[in-house]
């Protein structure tokens, strides 16, 4: 079975400048996650997907980042402009069942995009 | 507001020996809880977890355990072997509200040969 996928694996802008990032979760996975993980800290969510239906974007700067999931399977995490501090990984994880479905859910992850702002 | 605190950056330990790390979290709404495992350049894979209406669950060489009167659960490893060297993070969230994870800063392990 395929694992999440994502593009590009690296990322060197300067502020200010836009940028955007590609993930392709497991096949059949209803439910899709993107994180930002800041250098010393843990995983950190943006936003939530539900099918192409944002469940949760309470935590995404929605000044400067967007997110869609078209169709219910590929997502895009933009940010425009960038600020120094987005420097992250932003990881993309899929899960197969719906949130609050009460069964046990586990995440799984893709390798992460490294966004280095200068 | 960090719902979820490991407080040791770091761990090393000797081949062989039990690696044990500890996680600390302050929602008693939270029911369900994960260890994920991440090496260098990768995303992070999960390793075991445990619902709250359990103390305990093993999987191995892994065990974790749930103290919920003292919202703790620390993940026991034995025998502890090289290749475990990798940083692990806990998590916790609610099932029945979203399934937001919630991730600890991580401990990164060393297993010394």
């Known amino acids: 079975e395929a694992g999440v996928a994502q593009s590009p694996r690296y990322k060197i802008i300067e502020k200010r400048q836009s940028v955007a990032f590609w993930c392709n979760p497991i096949?059949?996975?209803?439910?899709l996650y993107w994180y930002q993980q800041i250098l010393g800290q843990g995983p950190k969510l943006l936003i939530q997907?539900?099918?192409?239906?944002?469940?949760?974007d309470s935590q995404l700067p929605k000044d400067r980042f967007s997110a869609e999931r078209l169709k219910g399977v590929d997502s895009t995490l933009k940010i425009q402009p960038a600020k120094l501090e987005d420097s992250a990984v932003y990881l993309c994880?899929?899960?197969?069942?719906?949130?609050?479905?009460?069964?046990?859910?586990?995440?799984?992850f893709g390798p992460g995009t490294r966004l280095t702002v200068l | 507001d960090q719902q979820v605190k490991q407080n040791s950056p770091s761990l090393s330990v000797q081949e062989g020996r039990i690696s044990i790390l500890n996680c600390d979290y302050t929602?008693?709404?939270?029911?369900?809880f994960l260890w994920y495992k991440k090496y260098p350049a990768e995303g992070p894979t999960f390793l075991i977890s445990i619902s709250s209406i359990k103390d305990k669950n093993e999987d191995g060489r892994f065990t974790v355990f749930l103290n919920k009167s003292a919202k703790h659960l620390s993940l026991h490893i034995v025998p502890s072997q090289p290749g475990d060297s990798a940083v692990y993070f806990c998590?916790?969230?609610?099932?029945?509200?979203?399934?937001?994870?919630?991730f600890g800063t991580g401990t990164s392990l060393t297993v010394i040969p």
């Open positions: 096949s059949g996975h209803a439910t």
């Open positions: 929602n008693s709404m939270f029911d369900y």
């Open positions: 994880a899929s899960s197969p069942h719906p949130p609050t479905s009460g069964r046990n859910n586990e995440q799984f």
């Open positions: 997907f539900q099918n192409n239906g944002v469940v949760d």
């Open positions: 998590a916790a969230t609610n099932l029945n509200t979203g399934n937001q994870f919630y």
